[in-house]
């Protein structure tokens, strides 16, 4: 992609930890979000040994126009150079958030991911209209987040970095990559985490259920009680810190 814009923040910025042992975590962040929801746990797994390489995605980071001249095969591009860059490791974990998920399904499949995690990954939105994109976005161009209060930490504030909206038309494409993450998890044969919270606003809790039924056998399903869609950040981290950790080791 060319004409790139400057980040909106430093913390949208990629970044890699280097670990003290042979494994390696990607961490693909979600649709309009950015690396730095995944700073906490990042360092977390790198406190671990644990080499943590965190990318940014096409568009994100900058501005909803920029993100606007991207489609979902860019930011599927995206994760997957990060993926490549820890081939040399002698196992490697995905880890997603909300699209990311479905990202690590899809580049699992095609990679020597030992591991897979989907946190707050969408089968079925509590927004039904987002299905309604590909004609609203001659109608509608644009979609801003509604204001809601989340209970998030006040140490947990700076991290939370994110377009105040969207181009209608790039619904369509994360409507496409979620349908083709459904897919891939479907194929997917391999040890497999998939973690929901019950009161998620965004995503219907229903969507984990039928992941773990796509994921097969080698799938665990972990509820979390209070956390809101960006599970991350909220003051249940730690419970997902400690449920991946335990699927990695």
């Given at each position: 992609?060319?004409?790139?814009?400057?980040?909106?923040?430093?913390?949208?910025?990629?970044?890699?930890?280097?670990?003290?042992?042979?494994?390696?975590?990607?961490?693909?962040?979600?649709?309009?979000?950015?690396?730095?929801?995944?700073?906490?746990?990042?360092?977390?797994?790198?406190?671990?040994?644990?080499?943590v390489n965190v990318p940014l995605l096409a568009g994100h980071g900058t501005s909803m126009e920029d993100m606007a001249r991207t489609t979902w095969r860019d930011w599927l591009q995206s994760a997957r150079y990060a993926?490549?860059?820890?081939?040399?490791?002698?196992?490697?974990?995905?880890?997603?958030?909300?699209?990311g998920g479905h990202i690590a399904f899809k580049l699992a499949g095609t990679s020597a991911a030992t591991t897979v995690t989907a946190i707050s990954a969408p089968v079925l939105a509590r927004n039904k209209q987002i299905y309604l994109a590909p004609i609203l976005q001659r109608l509608r161009p644009r979609v801003m987040w509604p204001e809601t209060e989340v209970d998030i930490e006040p140490e947990m504030e700076r991290?939370?970095?994110t377009y105040p909206g969207f181009y209608t038309s790039k619904a369509t494409d994360l409507l496409?990559?979620?349908?083709l993450g459904s897919l891939a998890a479907g194929r997917l044969r391999r040890p497999s985490l998939v973690i929901q919270s019950k009161?998620?606003?965004?995503?219907?809790?229903?969507s984990a259920h039928f992941l773990a039924r796509r994921l097969g056998r080698s799938a665990e399903l972990v509820w979390l009680e209070h956390a809101f869609h960006n599970a991350v950040l909220s003051r249940e981290r730690h419970v997902i810190h400690a449920q991946v950790l335990a699927r990695i080791s």
């Open positions: 992609m060319s004409g790139i814009e400057p980040l909106f923040d430093p913390l949208c910025a990629p970044f890699r930890l280097e670990g003290t042992r042979d494994e390696a975590v990607v961490l693909i962040h979600g649709f309009t979000g950015a690396p730095a929801h995944w700073r906490p746990m990042a360092e977390f797994l790198n406190s671990h040994g644990y080499t993926v490549d860059a820890m081939s040399g490791f002698e196992r490697l974990h995905l880890v997603g958030l909300s699209m991290y939370w970095l496409i990559l979620t349908a009161v998620d606003e965004s995503v219907d809790p229903r």
